[in-house]
């Protein structure tokens, strides 16, 4: 390219002088030259890694679904996927040599002082803000464990009626007259008892898992009619975790409300074998198993067995074992307490006329 300055002097009418001035010519532009003018690119940023919890709720399409975090002196856990406004699943019960774990809670300061109203039960349904929650570890000595010489009482119900008299049949002692069972039933919400899930009763009577006096496991056997259309709804009205036990070659629907387990109640052994007792104590091991894991396929959990009639041996023992059941319940009365027999749980049975002040007498 030429540059050039042209200056034109007027004098007068005419041009005078015109100069011509030619520069140096310019290096042409070339594809690089463009290229180093044109400004650089920001570059991407390195995104923040997502943490346990975001990861965990990335792998979820359910808008209700929320991350549950742990915390606590020596809890080293994933997080778990729960359900907004479910009842909690599954939450872990860790295990540390000389302590005792002593439940979950929304604030330190109430897992530090293992504050009874404040840990999380069976019955509480998750509630998250934006989709996580942290819960915090409260934890004993195995000494405070041991002092505290709880016995936990499962409380067995059966039948129930409106008749404040009671039914006039052979079965009398089972109907529980409704109104006693509201009033039962209230007691335990206003008292505000601690409900434990079946595995927590487990880790208890192996000492590893501190449960306060003040708790109680309720159950209703059979899953009669009566249960399901009288206190089934009462139970779920107030917000209270119960066991069914299903015989489930009688029963396969599901529960009737989101406060009910449903549990085995065996399949179909809940009747007389060749000896006029129940076939829990007739048939052999492979036998009973066999009937549990069909009963537990109907229910969608292994876990417990309510032995029909109260029949049971160590043959029936075995049954449960060969078949993944750990916790067998009797009808024999009891508590359950550190060390008891995992195939032999105890009850307090709830028979016909009882208050609510015979139950105060039996649970405190």
Not at 151 to 159: A, D, E, F, K, N
Not at 200 to 211: H, P, Q, R, T, V
Request: net charge negative.
């Amino acid at each position: 390219m030429i540059s050039a300055v042209i200056a034109v002097a007027l004098v007068g009418a005419g041009v005078c002088a015109v100069a011509l001035t030619l520069g140096p010519e310019a290096p042409p532009v070339t594809d690089e030259a463009v290229a180093s003018a044109t400004p650089s690119e920001t570059p991407t940023p390195t995104p923040t890694p997502l943490t346990p919890a975001e990861a965990l709720l990335a792998t979820s399409t359910d808008p209700q679904s929320c991350a549950v975090s742990f915390a606590g002196d020596g809890v080293a856990l994933d997080p778990q996927l729960q359900t907004q406004g479910v009842r909690y699943q599954n939450l872990p019960i860790p295990r540390a040599e000389g302590r005792v774990f002593a439940g979950w809670y929304d604030a330190a300061a109430d897992a530090a002082a293992m504050t009874q109203t404040a840990r999380l039960n069976g019955a509480d349904l998750v509630t998250c803000t934006d989709r996580q929650r942290t819960l915090h570890a409260g934890w004993t000595t195995p000494e405070a464990n041991t002092a505290e010489a709880a016995g936990i009482p499962i409380l067995m119900y059966h039948q129930f009626t409106r008749n404040p008299k009671g039914e006039d049949n052979w079965l009398r002692l089972n109907y529980a007259y409704i109104g006693d069972f509201d009033a039962q039933m209230a007691h335990i919400q206003q008292s505000r008892f601690y409900l434990p899930t079946w595995d927590e009763l487990s880790a208890f009577i192996d000492g590893k898992l501190y449960l306060p006096k003040h708790s109680v496991i309720i159950t209703d056997d059979d899953a009669d009619s009566t249960w399901l259309e009288m206190a089934a709804p009462i139970v779920n009205d107030r917000k209270l975790l119960t066991t069914s036990f299903v015989i489930t070659s009688a029963r396969s629907e599901g529960p009737p409300n989101p406060f009910v387990l449903q549990r085995s109640h065996t399949h179909d052994m809940h009747r007389a074998g060749a000896n006029g007792k129940g076939r829990m104590v007739n048939d052999d091991a492979d036998t009973i198993a066999a009937d549990l894991n069909r009963s537990a396929q109907v229910l969608g959990a292994k876990e417990v067995v309510a032995y029909p009639f109260g029949h049971y041996n160590d043959t029936t023992k075995e049954g449960l074992r060969r078949a993944g059941f750990e916790l067998g319940r009797t009808i024999e009365h009891g508590y359950v307490r550190i060390g008891t027999d995992k195939l032999a749980l105890p009850v307090i049975r709830m028979n016909y006329g009882m208050t609510v002040d015979d139950l105060v007498k039996e649970i405190g």
